[in-house]
DNA sequence: CAAAAACGTTGCGGTAGAGCAATGTTTAAG
DNA sequence: CTTAAACATTGCTCTACCGCAACGTTTTTG
């Protein structure tokens, strides 16, 4: 059940097994169906995921009505609706399963515990939040101001993942355009 | 010439008077120019900035050779080219003075040290590191899907200060639209 | 395995915003 | 204070993307 919380976490800091064993008990299993809402606008996110197996949808609604995907997470990723985590005011996106999932799931209170106490998990949190930061900005400056083709293709060439594993609705919500579109891109390539 | 970073880190972490003491030596002033370039594209950031008055303006340049602008840093702020700082790869970024400016520079290895050293700073740099995503997530959700003029509407109800002390062509490359469509609005307002 | 629902594709018309050029205005520099 | 340069505005045209509708295909579910 913790063997891939494991293999991250001494992957990106190298904790030994005892330091792990004291962690890992604040974890618990959470299994949720194919499209189960796990946290909808206006909750407080109190939890952090992590994805044993699985996907999970991170995505807001418009005023429009249009969802907008801002974030993938797929096996191995810890996932959350970060700003709603750390400053506890109302999220103003959704986290839902896209296929049935395992997930371990960690209270709040419990991960900000082990980020003061546990150094390892400080250096986690940080990497999250590195992590995070850069890859909004990549997501900012690679897609902003591109045609939805360019789009697409820097998709390819860094998401690739995303593109094979989902579908074109997902895919489009991703890119912030219409699956109408996003049709009529891919018979251009 | 650390009172306001003093201010700054008081206010966030309370601080002591001795404990600063032992950080601010690691702050240099450094004094720029109206349009003075700090950071060029290509070059590897090894510093981070406070702003001591002033504004710095941090962006990139499209293949179609726009600028499109992520962050504004006016005075009590930091600023980085963070995903080069963090990563130490080539910045994808420009940081330029808008204004005659005043900073407290850093050097990446020192800043990292008192990350790691001093709690205090640990704590910024989380600070740092929140905001900074917080912020870009409110401007993906906030801007992506909407039309221009709601993006301007957006920005004159939690971003007054840009509207307020920065030209057209400023706004306009911060809400990625040209300065024609951003005089348009205006019009429209 | 059959019916329904969700998803994907394609054509048509509409619209927001870009590019360019012309003109007026503000800012900067000698 | 004067001249040049940068910035702002506005009209015209063009294009990328959207919305909707119609139709075919795949997936889900009882």
Chains 1, 2 share one sequence.
């Not at 008990?25 to 939890?47: A, D, H, M």
């Not at 990497?127 to 890859?135: G, K, R, W």
């Amino acid at each position: 059940m913790y063997e891939l919380l494991f293999k991250y976490l001494q992957n990106k800091t190298g904790i030994s097994e005892k330091n792990f064993s004291e962690c890992s008990p604040y974890f618990k299993l959470k299994e949720v169906k194919k499209n189960e809402i796990i946290l909808r606008e206006g909750e407080v996110c109190r939890s952090n995921y992590f994805v044993n197996n699985g996907c999970l949808k991170f995505y807001s609604i418009n005023d429009e009505g249009h969802q907008l995907t801002r974030y993938f997470a797929f096996e191995s990723k810890f996932g959350t609706a970060l700003s709603s985590l750390i400053d506890q005011k109302p999220s103003f996106e959704y986290i839902q399963a896209i296929e049935k999932s395992e997930l371990l799931m960690i209270s709040r209170q419990d991960f900000f515990q082990l980020v003061n106490t546990v150094p390892q998990i400080n250096t986690i949190y940080r990497d999250i939040l590195e992590m995070a930061y850069v890859t909004s900005q990549k997501r900012i400056y690679g897609l902003q101001g591109k045609t939805a083709l360019d789009q697409l293709k820097w998709l390819m060439e860094y998401q690739p993942k995303i593109l094979s594993r989902l579908s074109n609705k997902e895919i489009a919500s991703y890119l912030g355009i219409t699956p109408f579109t996003l049709s009529r891109l891919k018979s251009q390539l």
